[in-house]
């Protein structure tokens, strides 16, 4: 029988040892740590996604806003926006949900937050320190496949780890990672890595994650790994969330994994959803309290 990583339970423990963190510091610092969440016009995923993020600051003690914005914003007057929420002393994290509308550069918003409030990692100087080790916002995906991998006691020094996905903010930053040196700042995770993207041919992709200890899917395609493509005893980890409609036209999130079969064959399996998901709610709140102690202190 495959364990079922259950990250709801992970998150939950998570939040709970921010949560008594955050009291502990509140009784020598004056307010609260803070978020804001920049949602641009009214796609009902994001909006899902940033009331989850909502309701955990809620939990853990951190304050949080969400400054809603149309669709119909020029990408100036939303970096000014974001130039306001840089200057306000009692901000601590900044985050844009994204995607934004397509006229706006994703890559634009993501470098005007100011880096010692880029709770998302995305700013170019943070991804920049993060390829060298250094100590860094890292993006809170990563964090959460991470935080996953040693919690679960899933073994990474010297193993194989297939990563199927190259984004700048999840793919990429996470092979880093995963290959990196564990003696420095931001340690790593010692693993020989292998990344696959949209070109690599299917036939080859089975090759790779066949003979991987780990298998880490983020790419968005529904059932991309299969039960013939991992190896026995493999862990598998579903970062992928596609929004589907069920029968009745009710939202289904589904993942890159075939989960049902693929746990005839896995050791260890993140299910979509309660798995990443849940955990990178987590790690956020863990990046805003990182901030607001940077700024406090
Ligand atoms: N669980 C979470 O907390 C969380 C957070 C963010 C995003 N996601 C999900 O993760 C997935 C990836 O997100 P993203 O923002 O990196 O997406 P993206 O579109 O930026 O990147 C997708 C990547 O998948 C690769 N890819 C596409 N087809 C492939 C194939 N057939 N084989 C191998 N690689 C292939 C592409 O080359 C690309 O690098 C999405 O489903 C997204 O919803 C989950």
């Not at 304050?63 to 119909?72: F, G, Q, R, V």
């Not at 040693?150 to 995963?178: D, M, Q, W, Y």
């Not at 990443?276 to 700024?295: D, S």
Request: glycine share 6%.
């Amino acid at each position: 029988m495959p364990q079922i990583i259950n990250g709801r339970n992970i998150a939950n423990e998570i939040q709970d040892d921010l949560r008594a963190d955050i009291s502990e510091w509140l009784k020598t610092n004056k307010r609260n740590p803070s978020l804001v969440a920049v949602l641009v016009g009214d796609d009902p995923a994001s909006i899902k996604y940033v009331e989850k993020k909502m309701e955990a600051a809620k939990y853990v003690g951190i304050d949080s806003k969400i400054e809603k914005l149309p669709d119909t914003i020029s990408e100036s007057e939303l970096i000014s926006k974001i130039n306001h929420l840089n200057e306000d002393v009692s901000v601590d994290g900044i985050l844009v949900q994204l995607p934004v509308p397509e006229h706006i550069s994703e890559r634009n918003v993501c470098n005007a937050v100011n880096p010692i409030k880029d709770v998302d990692g995305f700013h170019f100087s943070n991804a920049g320190k993060l390829c060298l080790n250094m100590d860094t916002f890292v993006p809170c995906t990563v964090l959460a496949v991470i935080e996953l991998l040693k919690r679960t006691g899933v073994e990474t020094f010297a193993k194989n780890i297939v990563v199927c996905g190259r984004s700048k903010h999840i793919g990429l930053p996470l092979s880093i990672l995963l290959h990196s040196d564990a003696r420095n700042q931001l340690p790593g995770l010692e693993a020989t890595v292998t990344m696959c993207h949209r070109n690599t041919p299917p036939e080859q992709l089975r090759v790779f994650t066949k003979l991987a200890d780990i298998v880490i899917s983020a790419t968005g395609v529904v059932h991309l790994i299969k039960e013939d493509m991992v190896k026995q005893g493999a862990c598998v980890v579903d970062i992928g969330m596609t929004r589907t409609k069920t029968q009745e036209g009710k939202v289904k999130l589904v993942g890159d994994v075939d989960f049902e079969n693929v746990k005839n064959v896995a050791e260890y399996i993140t299910p979509v959803p309660g798995g990443v998901g849940p955990v990178t709610v987590a790690m956020l709140m863990k990046n805003t309290f990182k901030a607001a102690k940077i700024h406090l202190s």
